[in-house]
């Protein structure tokens, strides 16, 4: 059962990577970026003709963060939200104590 999970889950990495792969080299081509889930949803529709709809959106949106993180993530720390930035912050700092009033002291 275990060999199973793990054939299918080694097909459905390979096929996500094709998915990656097919739709950057289209998007280099057109001089295009991939911002959204409609260009590799057409990508997985030609690549994947016997997969229902729910498992071409999963395959999409998972290729999209696969772009976003591995291939785009340089170009999108420019970009990236406020409230990220704090995360990234507080992880970096050392916990302070809060004081009386509920703040942190300096």
Not at 48 to 57: I, K, T
Not at 76 to 94: D, M, S, V, W
Request: hydrophobic content about 35%.
């Amino acid at each position: 059962m275990d060999f199973k999970v793990m054939v299918y889950v080694d097909n459905r990495r390979a096929d996500i990577e094709r998915l990656v792969r097919c739709a950057l080299e289209d998007a280099y081509r057109r001089g295009r970026e991939i911002e959204t889930i409609d260009p590799l949803l057409r990508w997985a529709r030609r690549l994947f003709p016997y997969l229902h709809e729910g498992a071409l959106n999963e395959y999409a949106r998972t290729a999209l963060r696969v772009i976003k993180y591995r291939y785009q993530s340089g170009r999108l720390r420019g970009r990236q939200t406020t409230l990220h930035n704090l995360f990234i912050e507080a992880e970096r700092k050392p916990m302070q104590p809060l004081g009386d009033d509920g703040e942190r002291s300096s």
